[in-house]
Structure formats: structure tokens, C-alpha cells
């Protein structure tokens, strides 16, 4: 027995007639294929009997009283869960009126009155194959589309993987290391996530802004990868040709990532990313590069990354200095709150000094 025949011969059929000698008469039509039939004497009770037998298709009369089949038909039609169940109207000669609205509300078929047992069978049989054979192809489809979606998945992650693999390699250059930005991630994602609890702020930031800046964070350095090794740790002052050949890493790395502009979910990490490489050294006055956008020309994940960018380069060693404490490299920032950094932003921040690392 194929998948659609035992769909039709384990199938409940749902007879809706005030008549009783009509639901008689179907009932033992329905019985002798072998499906199952559940009776109801209005839309009311054929409602109810839906919570109870889940029902594979519908037999109903048009003009009955509480709730007509043409009521009912609308009612299962515009339900998610039931719109795909067969509705075929039972009809008299003479109700063409009828059968065209039935049809206009989403039934699929009538049958006519008095009852040809033969014809019954043959047209419910019909509509359960039908209805058998579009669920197998849903099912189908989705299953089609869960692999798809799952080699899409992987894909985007081998893309990350190689953005990761260039991002350590520009903090080599750079003369970072992998503690760098593991403390870049988590505090942009700690940054972000109180961002959520601010009103200037709640309607641009969900749940999935906050793990994409998690992961898209440690990328606002890839142009490092194409600056020579000698320029990004030279120890003494850089010549004017060195610090312009240092800026450029910002439309490096946004040149690398737009290479990258694929499907759509991976586009939200790459176009996030992007805006972080490229601009997280604009100045909230304008005065920063690579375009001196000023306010909120620059994008939010550009100037989330940009506060926590400098605070993490403060509290760590360098070969000229020691690292600043949490207080003291925040006193240097405040300085230059509403020059460097947006000023709303930077007191978010202050507020969660202490769960920094």
C-alpha cells in the first residue's frame, strides 16, 4: 500500500448535515471504504469535533442552522491548521449559487444529492490522495529546505572561520594577541547588551544585533593584514606616509569583507562588520577617518566599537608604558566624551566598568 492509499483508507472523515438520514446514508458511504466517519449535525458541532478527531476532509451541507457550511468553510479556510483540509460541499440540483461561493470561500468540490455511492467514494477518495500527496511534497520541501539551510550554515561558518584566521593574523602584525580580543568581544557584547535597557537605544538593538557584534567586534582590525609588519610595530614616532599607510587598514578590511556579501543571513554579520572596519576610527565630532562622518552619520556598531577599542588598548601593557587601571584609563576617556566618542554611549559604559575585563 503506496503512501497516499494509506492516507485514504486510515483517514476520519468529518459528514456535517442537519438531515440525519443524510449523515446515515454518507457515514455508511464513508464506512464501507474503510476510512472513518465522525458526524455533526451544524458548524457548531463540526467545530467541535475538529478538537476531538482532527478530521482529513469535510462533508458539508451548505444551509443548516447555528453555523451554515459556508460559515464553516471560512472558519477552516482561515485557520493555519486546518486551511489545507479538504471542505466538498453537499449540494442539490439547482444550488449552482451555492457551490460558486462555496467554491469562493476555499472548498474544493461538491457532491450532488440524492447520493451516487460510487461518486462519493470516488471524489473523497480523489481529494485524500490530493491532500496525501501536497503533504508529502510540503514535507519534502521542508526537509529540502532544513539541508539547504544547514549547508548554507556551514559555508557561512567556514567563512567565519577564514575571517578569524586573518584576524589573528593582522593582531600578529599588530603585535596583539588572542586575550585582545576575546576582552573586544566579550565588553562589546556586555557594551551592547546594557545598550538594550537604554531608551535611546532599545528599538535598534534585538537580541541578534548583540551576538552579531559579538562576532563581528575582533574584525575592525582585518586591514592590518595588508599594512607591512615593520609600520604597525614600530616603537618611535610614524612619518606622515606611515600614519596614512596605518589608516588605510580601515578600507582594507571593509574592501575584504564586502568581497564576502553572499546570502542573506550572513549579510547582517558582513554588513555589521563592515561598518565596524571600516569606520571605528570616525570621532563623534567629525574629526576621525577614513570619511570624517560625524554623530550619527557613524554607524552604532562603529561607535560601540570604537569606545571599547580605546579602553581595551589603555588597560593593557604596551612597550612604551604600563596598562592603566579601569578608573584611570576611563578619566583619559571622559576627556574626550563627545569629541571621540558619542557621549550617551560612553556613560552606558561608565555604568558597567566594573563587569568590564
Known amino acids: 500500500m503506496g503512501y497516499e492509499d494509506k492516507q485514504v483508507y486510515e483517514a476520519v472523515i468529518l459528514i456535517v448535515d442537519d438531515v440525519e438520514i443524510n449523515r446515515e446514508i454518507l457515514g455508511e458511504i464513508i464506512n464501507e471504504m474503510g476510512c472513518r466517519s465522525v458526524l455533526a449535525e451544524n458548524g457548531v458541532q463540526a467545530l467541535e469535533q475538529f478538537e476531538k478527531h482532527k478530521p482529513d476532509l469535510v462533508l458539508t451541507d451548505v444551509s443548516m442552522p447555528a453555523m451554515d457550511g459556508h460559515e464553516l468553510c471560512r472558519i477552516l479556510k482561515s485557520n493555519a491548521q486546518t486551511r489545507d483540509i479538504p471542505v466538498i460541499f453537499i ?87 588572542t586575550e585582545r580580543i576575546k576582552r573586544l568581544q566579550q565588553n562589546c557584547r556586555k557594551l551592547t547588551q546594557s545598550m538594550q535597557f537604554s531608551p535611546l537605544f532599545a528599538d535598534c538593538i534585538s537580541d541578534s544585533y548583540v551576538d552579531t557584534m559579538e562576532v563581528a567586534a575582533p574584525l575592525c582590525d582585518i586591514g592590518n593584514i595588508g599594512i607591512p609588519r615593520y609600520v604597525l610595530q614600530k616603537d618611535t614616532m610614524l612619518s606622515d606616509e606611515e600614519r596614512e599607510l596605518v589608516q588605510s587598514h580601515t578600507e582594507i578590511g571593509a574592501k575584504l569583507l564586502k568581497d564576502l556579501y553572499v546570502t542573506s543571513d550572513f549579510n547582517d554579520f558582513i554588513q555589521i562588520s563592515i561598518d565596524v572596519a571600516n569606520h571605528h576610527h570616525e570621532n563623534w565630532d567629525g574629526s576621525g577617518y577614513p570619511a570624517q562622518l560625524k554623530g550619527k552619520e557613524i554607524p552604532l556598531a562603529a561607535q560601540i566599537v570604537s569606545i571599547v577599542d580605546v579602553f581595551c588598548a589603555l588597560t593593557e601593557k604596551r612597550s612604551y608604558r604600563e596598562a592603566y587601571s579601569k578608573e584611570e584609563a576611563l578619566q583619559i576617556m571622559d576627556k574626550e566624551s563627545g569629541e571621540k566618542f558619542n557621549p550617551d554611549i560612553f556613560q552606558i559604559f561608565c555604568k558597567i566598568a566594573r563587569q568590564l575585563c
Open 91 to 177: 449540494s442539490a440540483f439547482g444550488e449552482s449559487e451555492d457551490v460558486v461561493k462555496g467554491f469562493s470561500l476555499g472548498g474544493n468540490d461538491y457532491i450532488v444529492k440524492p447520493f451516487i455511492s460510487e461518486v462519493v467514494q470516488a471524489r473523497v477518495k480523489l481529494h485524500l490522495s490530493l491532500h496525501a500527496a501536497t503533504q508529502k511534497i510540503s514535507e519534502n520541501n521542508r526537509r529540502l529546505q532544513v539541508s539547504v539551510m544547514e549547508q548554507v550554515k556551514q559555508i557561512e561558518q567556514e567563512r567565519k572561520n577564514v575571517l578569524y584566521a586573518l584576524v589573528n593574523m593582522a593582531a600578529e602584525n599588530s603585535f596583539y594577541n
